[in-house]
Nanobody, 124 residues
Framework: QVQLVESGGGLVQAGGSLRLSCAASGRTFSSYAMGWFRQAPGKEREFVATINGGSGSIAYADSVKGRFTISRNNAKKTVYLQMNSLKPEDTARYYC?????????????????WGQGTQVTVSS
């Protein structure tokens, strides 16, 4: 069982930066692939980034590539999402998710555990 708690969201102007954190409970954090997803009002939840627990391989959605960076600290049981050059279209609730022994999927239903999310609002 893993519990995930996101933090770091807020209101920022376009072009600004935010760093999201997701703290996990449990003893086997390194066994989980971790992902970030987001959902804007009236839209489906969409993949943002993922990092697997073994090789640390990473993947990004095309819409955030070059602007967002996912990383993890297994000792702190935390995954991060550094978001730079934010745009109004990045406005959404951002969710952290864990996939036990996953390879790092872009598909939300492959993740076993989800956090409650943190709101990111980018003003123009």
């Amino acid at each position: 069982q893993v519990q995930l708690v996101e933090s770091g969201g807020g209101l920022v102007q376009a072009g600004g930066s935010l760093r999201l954190s997701c703290a996990a409970s449990g003893r086997t954090f390194s066994s989980y692939a971790m992902g970030w997803f987001r959902q804007a009002p009236g839209k489906e939840r969409e993949f943002v980034a993922t990092i697997n627990g073994g090789s640390g391989s990473i993947a990004y959605a095309d819409s955030v590539k070059g602007r967002f960076t996912i990383s993890r600290n297994n000792a702190k049981k935390t995954v991060y999402l550094q978001m730079n050059s934010l745009k109004p279209e990045d406005t959404a609730r951002y969710y952290c998710a864990a996939d036990y022994y996953g390879s790092g999927s872009r598909v939300s239903h492959e993740y076993d555990y989800w956090g409650q999310g943190t709101q990111v609002t980018v003003s123009s």
